[in-house]
T-cell receptor, first 113, second 110 residues
Framework: EPEVTQTPSHQVTQMGQEVILRCVPI?????FYWYRQILGQKVEFLVS????????KSEIFDDQFSVERPDGSNFTLKIRSTKLEDSAMYFC???????????FGSGTRLTVV | QKEVEQNSGPLSVPEGAIASLNCTYS??????FFWYRQYSGKSPELIMF????GDKEDGRFTAQLNKASQYVSLLIRDSQPSDSATYLC??????????FGQGTRLTINP
């Protein structure tokens, strides 16, 4: 079964550093997303991406965050100048048209120290 | 008012019994609803989705939707210890995003 692949599975970074989280969506999917889940809290939408541009972003997704699809396969989330409160599980997802095949990756646990 | 509300639990059910999980949503215009299962430290895993009022069955799982009452539920028949997880209700919103509830922690007791 096709998978969404995320790397790394766990990243520890110092406060103020920049991190890049990487995702390889399912190959024939058109829509790409990032969500985050702070420990013990709900899964929260960050951003959706379609046709090489952001479709929608949440209030969380401020200037500290950016997304990119640098080539035909990878989808990245960059967090500039990380803060302690950025510590969370970050999930990438992809889908075909509508909700068809909406699939989450296994996640990257980001720890900011 | 939260957009998607779930009782956080924990909900404890004996093995073999029916587990009933509930969810309410605030936007009356919502059209599509999803149930995900999440094991601790893992990503959400789709169980099923429902668009139409009524029941939708898939194996031991039944989703129920009542748009007039803005209510979605998930029934798990013949509950197994492996069903112990957090169950997330999600509502599909414009531009492809899912809005999740807090999740209900379910424990199946052998």
């Amino acid at each position: 079964e096709p998978e969404v692949t995320q790397t790394p599975s766990h990243q520890v970074t110092q406060m103020g550093q920049e991190v890049i989280l990487r995702c390889v969506p399912i190959s024939n999917h058109l829509y790409f997303y990032w969500y985050r889940q702070i420990l013990g809290q709900k899964v929260e939408f960050l951003v959706s991406f379609y046709n090489n541009e952001i479709s929608e972003k949440s209030e969380i997704f401020d200037d500290q965050f950016s997304v990119e699809r640098p080539d035909g396969s990878n989808f990245t989330l960059k967090i500039r100048s990380t803060k302690l409160e950025d510590s969370a599980m970050y999930f990438c997802a992809s889908s075909g048209q509508g909700a068809y095949g909406y699939t989450f990756g296994s996640g990257t646990r980001l720890t900011v120290v | 008012q939260k957009e998607v509300e779930q009782n956080s639990g924990p909900l404890s059910v004996p093995e073999g019994a029916i587990a009933s999980l509930n969810c309410t949503y605030s936007d009356r215009g919502s059209q599509s609803f999803f149930w995900y299962r999440q094991y601790s430290g893992k990503s959400p895993e789709l169980i099923m989705f429902i668009y139409s009022n009524g029941d939708k069955e898939d194996g031991r799982f039944t989703a129920q939707l009542n748009k007039a009452s803005q209510y979605v539920s998930l029934l798990i028949r013949d509950s197994q210890p492996s069903d112990s997880a957090t169950y997330l209700c999600a509502v599909w919103r414009g531009a492809q995003k899912l809005v999740f509830g807090q999740g209900t922690r379910l424990t199946i007791n052998p």
